[in-house]
């Protein structure tokens, strides 16, 4: 599903990440943890086309995505990729659904086409109630379940996500958690997870530690 290879990256002199190799596989949830500044993040991002390396390459689906640029980057990062952050980094002045649809419309899809997949997942997520409202008028965690059926309105191949529970308190911490377990297992989605949290480390099928820009470590579950 995804193959990195010889990733570096440096910012001035500081070399961020020194040659990381990895391979995750379709239908696994990989958590990736390691101290603040580890380059965690750089990573996610690089492995998510938001960022490039300095050497190296990436593929997602056999497709070299570090040769992409433009609008076939874009195109393929709205097709292919889904992301949540920390902040779920919903438009405000867009109600729920609409905040769902939006990959789908920024790819060409008109807002009656889509509308019912966004609702369908919406309803999946426990949050069907909540279309109307705009993201204000919702919690934290619903607001994060939201950013989810985001992420997953064009059917991509992989999910990245950065510190996805890092703002939410344990109890929708712990049912965020078990949505990704249920989208793997359901729907055979594919994630990669930036965390601190220890409990959603331990829940991935594969956690990755890095170290001063280097994969330490790798426990299989
Ligand atoms: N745009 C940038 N310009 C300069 N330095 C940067 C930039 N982005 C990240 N860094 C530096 O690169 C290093 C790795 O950052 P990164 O955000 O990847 O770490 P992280 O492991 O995700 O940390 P955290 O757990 O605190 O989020 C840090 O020392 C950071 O200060």
Same mark, same amino acid.
Request: net charge negative; glycine share 8%.
């Given at each position: 599903?995804?193959?990195?290879?010889?990733?570096?990256?440096?910012?001035?002199?500081? &070399?961020?990440? %020194?040659? @990381?190799?990895?391979?995750?596989?379709?239908?696994?949830?990989?958590?990736?943890?390691?101290?603040? =500044?580890? =380059?965690?993040?750089?990573?996610?991002?690089?492995?998510?086309?938001?960022?490039? #390396?300095?050497?190296? +390459?990436?593929?997602?689906?056999?497709? /070299?995505?570090?040769?992409? *640029?433009?609008?076939?980057?874009?195109? !393929?990062?709205?097709? %292919? @990729?889904? !992301?949540? !952050?920390?902040?779920?980094?919903?438009? #405000?002045? !867009?109600?729920?659904?609409? &905040?769902?649809?939006?990959?789908?419309?920024?790819?060409?899809?008109?807002?009656?086409?889509? %509308?019912?997949?966004?609702?369908?997942?919406?309803?999946?997520?426990?949050?069907?109630? $909540?279309? /109307?409202?705009? #993201? +204000?008028?919702?919690?934290?965690? /619903?607001?994060?379940?939201?950013?989810?059926?985001?992420?997953?309105?064009?059917?991509?191949?992989?999910?990245?996500?950065?510190? #996805?529970? =890092?703002?939410?308190?344990? /109890?929708?911490?712990?049912?965020?958690?078990?949505?990704?377990?249920?989208?793997?297992?359901?729907? *055979?989605?594919?994630?990669?997870?930036?965390?601190?949290? $220890?409990?959603?480390?331990?829940?991935?099928?594969?956690?990755?530690?890095?170290?001063?820009?280097?994969?330490?470590?790798?426990?299989?579950?």
């Amino acid at each position: 599903m995804l193959r990195a290879k010889g990733i570096t990256k440096s910012y001035g002199k500081l &070399n961020v990440l %020194k040659g @990381i190799d990895l391979e995750i596989k379709a239908n696994e949830i990989v958590s990736i943890m390691g101290a603040s =500044g580890a =380059g965690k993040s750089t990573l996610l991002q690089i492995l998510g086309t938001l960022d490039t #390396p300095k050497e190296g +390459s990436v593929w997602i689906d056999d497709v /070299e995505v570090t040769r992409l *640029n433009g609008d076939k980057l874009a195109q !393929f990062r709205n097709e %292919k @990729i889904g !992301f949540v !952050f920390q902040f779920h980094n919903l438009l #405000p002045e !867009f109600t729920a659904l609409e &905040n769902v649809c939006m990959p789908a419309l920024i790819a060409g899809k008109e807002l009656d086409d889509v %509308k019912e997949k966004g609702q369908k997942l919406m309803e999946l997520l426990n949050i069907g109630h $909540r279309t /109307e409202h705009k #993201p +204000s008028e919702m919690s934290g965690g /619903e607001q994060q379940r939201c950013a989810i059926a985001r992420a997953l309105i064009n059917d991509p191949l992989i999910i990245f996500a950065d510190e #996805p529970s =890092g703002n939410l308190d344990s /109890e929708n911490a712990k049912s965020l958690h078990q949505l990704f377990i249920e989208l793997r297992d359901n729907f *055979n989605q594919t994630f990669v997870i930036v965390t601190h949290n $220890r409990e959603l480390a331990k829940n991935a099928d594969r956690q990755l530690w890095m170290r001063d820009g280097i994969i330490e470590s790798m426990v299989t579950e």
